[in-house]
């Protein structure tokens, strides 16, 4: 059982900045895969980013080498940084927990809120 809050979304220009922050709660957090996803309007949500316990990371295509997603257990954090913002990022951003296996499988099962990341053109 892990509870997530998303902080961090906004309004930005295409080319800039944002880290999203996820604060989760819970005494199993360094036992979870974590990850990011994102939903825009009229599309399925996908997944961004992901890390696993052993911090071993992977992205989609379209972030590959824009984002970069990072853990802090000791804090029970994690962050997307997000440079080279695009039109395209706009989208409700989501924290997402998994079990280990979760970070193959793409199968994650607790959700924080979302935060909205609007980049204009």
């Known amino acids: 059982q892990v509870q997530l809050v998303e902080s961090g979304g906004g309004l930005v220009q295409a080319g800039g900045s944002l880290r999203l922050s996820c604060a989760a709660s819970?005494?199993?957090?360094?036992?979870?895969?974590m990850g990011w996803y994102r939903q825009a309007p009229g599309k399925q949500r996908e997944l961004v980013a992901a890390?696993?316990?052993?911090?071993?990371?992977k992205y989609a295509d379209s972030v590959k080498g824009r984002f970069t997603i990072s853990r802090d257990n000791a804090k029970k954090m994690v962050y997307l940084q997000m440079n080279s913002l695009k039109p395209e990022d706009t989208a409700v951003y989501y924290c997402?927990?998994?079990?280990?296996?979760?970070?193959?499988?793409?199968?994650?099962?607790?959700w924080g809120q979302g935060t909205q990341v609007t980049v204009s053109s």
């Open positions: 997402a927990a998994a079990r280990p296996l979760g970070y193959v499988t793409g199968s994650y099962d607790h």
């Open positions: 819970g005494s199993i957090f360094s036992s979870n895969a």
């Open positions: 890390i696993s316990i052993g911090e071993n990371t």
